[in-house]
């Protein structure tokens, strides 16, 4: 190899394993902080067909979601198909900009969904619609914490099918 190459190659290893220290190192804050204050950490509320749930996030990603790690519980919920699935958000993650994915699955098993992105202080509750011919399967709330090189994304998920 040219010593232009190998320099270009040894740079973006090195970035490689800052990247990776740093992913490490918030991951490991998050985690000691569930393990330390669990009731520190945002919540979602969930309500659907008479039943209530609080929920912790369930895994923390780099914020391009190319790593993941599960630091939580995944919820469930029983949404009913043509019921609709109600979420109310701490003042920790609606003051941010944050985003939802609904997934649902029509009866071929095909299934789809749309993001819809929030603005800080848009919305403290959202109603997820239900869709005709089409069950809600899932949810996921992402919030990007951190910043710079050791920004990602909490995730909330809920199973709801």
Known sequence: MRTRTKKIVAAISVLMVVALVAYVSVLFVIIKNINDEPDKLPQI????HGRTIET????????????????GDIYELDVPQ????????SKDVSS????MLAV?????GNQSGEPRFFKADEAMAVTVEAQPQ???VGVEI???????SEQG???WSIKTS
Do not use: N
Not at 96 to 99: H, I, L, Q
């Open 82 to 89: 043509g019921s609709a699935l109600q979420l109310s958000l």
């Open 104 to 108: 649902y699955e029509d009866a071929d």
């Open 142 to 148: 992402h919030l990007a914490v951190g910043e710079g």
């Open 56 to 71: 912790q996030p369930a895994g923390f990603c780099t914020i391009d979601l190319s790593q993941c790690a599960q630091i």
């Open 134 to 136: 089409k069950q809600l």
């Open 153 to 155: 994304l909490l995730i």
């Open 45 to 48: 509320t969930a309500y659907a």
């Open 96 to 99: 941010a900009e944050w985003a």
